[in-house]
Every structure is written in C-alpha cells, then in structure tokens.
C-alpha cells in the first residue's frame, strides 16, 4: 500500500500484515532480526522489555494498515517476553514523542487500537 504522505512507509507491509512461521515465535535471533527491521524503517524508537512497551514513531505508524499494525504489535509482544523469559506475551505500543498508548498486543485477547477510542482533543 502506498503511504498517503512524506512521511517513510515500511514498504514492505504484506510481511507484518501476515502471520509469521511458528518456528521463528520462539527463537530471539529471529525476533531481533524483525526488530531490526521496524528500527530500519525508522518505525520503532526504543524497546522496554521490564516494562512491556515498545516506543513507536507515529510518522511511519499513522500511514499504516490495521493489518500491519496488528502484525507490529505481535512481532513486539513475542519479541519482549522472549527477551524477559516469559511465556505471557504483550506489549504496550506507545508514542514516541509523548508517551501516548497507540495499541496494545496480547497473545491472549489480540490487538486494541487506541487511536479510535480516543476523544476529538486528543485524549
């Protein structure tokens, strides 16, 4: 899909709109290989593990697809309870600029996009 401004798109949205291979879930080397990805493209800022959150640039994020969003939050939550050594796996998505939730991921109870529950100021 073709990003609606300026800003940088991930150019390479069909591979976070689809699930990924079971065997690359539970291996870290892989998972930081996506992470890579996501700092590449200039999505992703930083990564707490201990705190389950994961910074993210709403430059490239707001030109986005839900299915691609989702993809992200999945790729974050599995990288970061790899990096804990947890098997409960989510993440908060939070903007990088001023701490904003933009979603949440969990593998038990899926995706929440917050960007839709929010109020006409902004909050």
């Known amino acids: ?12 949205t069909h591979r976070f709109a689809s699930l990924p291979a079971l065997d690359t879930d539970t291996n870290l080397v892989a998972q930081e290989a996506e992470v890579e990805l996501l700092r ?14 994961a910074l993210i640039r709403t430059n490239v994020w ?9 993809g992200v939050g999945r790729t974050l939550a599995f990288y970061v309870g790899l990096k804990k050594g947890s098997n409960t796996r989510w993440v908060h998505l939070l903007d990088a600029d001023t701490g904003q939730r933009l979603a ?20």
Do not use: I, K
Request: hydrophobic share 25%; glycine share 10%; charged share 25%.
């Open 62 to 70: 707001n030109n986005e697809s839900l299915a691609v969003r989702r």
């Open 1 to 12: 899909r073709a990003a609606t401004s300026n800003a940088p798109s991930l150019g390479w």
């Open 40 to 53: 590449g493209v200039g999505l992703l800022g930083e990564v707490r593990p201990d705190q389950n959150e």
């Open 104 to 123: 949440r991921y969990s593998e038990s109870s899926g995706y929440t996009d917050f960007s839709s529950l929010r109020r006409p100021d902004g909050r």
